[in-house]
């Protein structure tokens, strides 16, 4: 029967496509239908709603619930509260404001209280401050962690193609009936297309943020476009989840590479730019500061913030000036090759400073 079905199965599509291809159509439609429901029966099932990044990213919403056993305390503060608290792994800046923009997108549609809570591994307001009517600064003697006040949420996006479509359906879920005080762990893209106005309702720089970034686009003088690298650790000086390393000789090769890239970007810069470059590699930014007077780099080490958990305001305060600097930029390029990695730094900054983005590979 095998035989005869494929055998009438290929006819159909060589000399019967009229008539196979609506039927082919339709199946896939019915599959996907079938996943989804699938999906949206298991977010109906579940109490806490729970979504995992990739690799060591995964977030169990169970590994939160043994953390949510504090006595009762009637916070005066209610409603959504995004959360970054070191209770787990909560990724980059940029996978937080995506996360902190997404929500408070949802929160304004409902007319919910919005807040942030960010104290890991720094307090947020010592570099960003609330830029109009919507104070979101919480205390951590307002947060509730006690499971009959507070709902903790994991949402979070995946490599799943329905993963964003899936995310507005558990913030609609979650935030339908929200309890005392939700409690939202996320990096969720969903409001991606309004993050620029989103961003300027939510944050201004501190004073002492401010007068970094016055002070280096001043050095600059003028216009100027962006270029980034995300080497992650192939180059050995920087932790991240990813401990990959190349050989000293495969690393130089690399750092080459891109420089002679970068040199052939440089060419379409419009005369009297500057080019600012960042990057997570001190060994990389020492090389390409000396091939032209053109390039600008902003002294001072980074780090990964979901990964030092010990005080270092240097590296932070140079992770938000490069992020205003790079919003400023008439044009921003994130380069990468090999086993690079597609960071969303530049792309977040370049769309809440309303710039063309361009990934280029090579």
Same mark, same amino acid.
């Given at each position: 029967m095998?035989?005869?079905?494929?055998?009438l199965?290929?006819?159909?599509?060589?000399?019967l496509p009229?008539?196979?291809?609506?039927?082919? /159509?339709?199946?896939i439609?019915?599959?996907?239908?079938?996943h989804i429901r699938?999906?949206?029966?298991d977010?109906?099932r579940?109490?806490?709603?729970?979504?995992?990044?990739?690799?060591?990213y995964t977030?169990?919403?169970?590994?939160? @619930?043994p953390?949510?056993?504090?006595?009762?305390?009637?916070?005066?503060? /209610?409603g959504?509260?995004?959360?970054?608290?070191?209770?787990?792994?909560?990724?980059g #800046?940029? %996978?937080?404001?995506?996360?902190?923009?997404?929500?408070?997108a949802?929160?304004?549609?409902?007319?919910?209280?919005?807040?942030i809570?960010?104290?890991?591994?720094?307090?947020?307001?010592?570099?960003?401050?609330?830029?109009?009517s919507v104070?979101?600064?919480?205390?951590r003697d307002?947060?509730?962690?006690?499971?009959?006040?507070?709902?903790?949420v994991?949402?979070?996006?995946?490599?799943?193609?329905?993963s964003?479509?899936f995310?507005?359906?558990?913030?609609?879920?979650?935030?339908?009936?929200?309890?005392?005080q939700?409690h939202?762990?996320?990096?969720?893209?969903?409001?991606?297309?309004?993050?620029?106005e989103?961003?300027?309702?939510l944050? $201004?720089?501190?004073p002492a943020?401010?007068?970094?970034?016055? /002070?280096?686009?001043?050095?600059?003088?003028?216009?100027?476009?962006?270029?980034?690298?995300?080497?992650l650790?192939?180059l050995?000086?920087?932790a %991240?989840?990813?401990?990959?390393?190349?050989?000293d000789r495969?690393?130089? @090769?690399?750092?080459? /590479?891109?420089? @002679?890239?970068l040199k052939?970007l440089l060419?379409?810069?419009?005369?009297?730019?500057?080019?600012?470059?960042?990057?997570?590699s001190q060994?990389?930014l020492r090389?390409?500061?000396?091939?032209s %007077?053109?390039?600008y $780099?902003?002294?001072?080490?980074?780090?990964?913030?979901?990964?030092?958990?010990?005080? #270092?305001?240097?590296?932070?305060?140079?992770?938000?000036v490069?992020?205003?600097?790079?919003?400023?930029?008439e044009? $921003?390029?994130?380069?990468?090759?090999?086993?690079?990695?597609k960071s969303g730094?530049a792309?977040?900054?370049?769309? $809440?400073?309303?710039?063309?983005?361009?990934?280029?590979?090579f």
């Amino acid at each position: 029967m095998t035989t005869i079905y494929g055998y009438l199965r290929d006819f159909g599509h060589r000399f019967l496509p009229g008539l196979i291809e609506p039927y082919r /159509r339709a199946r896939i439609q019915l599959q996907r239908l079938g996943h989804i429901r699938g999906q949206l029966a298991d977010l109906r099932r579940m109490r806490r709603h729970e979504y995992g990044m990739q690799g060591e990213y995964t977030a169990d919403v169970n590994g939160l @619930e043994p953390l949510y056993s504090e006595p009762p305390k009637s916070p005066d503060i /209610r409603g959504v509260i995004f959360m970054c608290d070191g209770r787990m792994h909560h990724g980059g #800046n940029t %996978d937080r404001f995506r996360g902190i923009l997404s929500l408070y997108a949802e929160a304004k549609k409902r007319g919910l209280p919005f807040h942030i809570f960010w104290n890991y591994p720094f307090p947020l307001e010592e570099y960003l401050q609330p830029a109009g009517s919507v104070d979101w600064r919480i205390r951590r003697d307002e947060i509730s962690y006690c499971p009959d006040e507070a709902y903790p949420v994991v949402i979070m996006e995946t490599e799943d193609p329905q993963s964003a479509w899936f995310n507005r359906r558990s913030f609609r879920s979650v935030l339908k009936n929200p309890a005392m005080q939700t409690h939202v762990y996320s990096n969720s893209l969903t409001a991606k297309k309004d993050y620029a106005e989103l961003y300027r309702e939510l944050f $201004v720089p501190t004073p002492a943020l401010q007068q970094e970034i016055d /002070r280096h686009a001043g050095a600059m003088g003028g216009g100027y476009y962006s270029y980034s690298f995300r080497f992650l650790n192939l180059l050995g000086d920087f932790a %991240d989840y990813s401990m990959a390393t190349l050989s000293d000789r495969d690393a130089e @090769e690399l750092i080459d /590479r891109c420089i @002679e890239e970068l040199k052939t970007l440089l060419k379409d810069k419009p005369r009297g730019y500057h080019a600012l470059v960042t990057a997570d590699s001190q060994r990389f930014l020492r090389r390409v500061a000396q091939i032209s %007077d053109d390039i600008y $780099v902003v002294p001072g080490g980074v780090q990964n913030v979901d990964l030092v958990a010990s005080e #270092n305001k240097a590296a932070w305060m140079k992770t938000f000036v490069d992020q205003n600097l790079i919003m400023g930029a008439e044009r $921003v390029y994130l380069l990468r090759t090999g086993g690079m990695y597609k960071s969303g730094f530049a792309q977040f900054a370049a769309l $809440v400073g309303g710039h063309p983005y361009i990934d280029h590979k090579f």
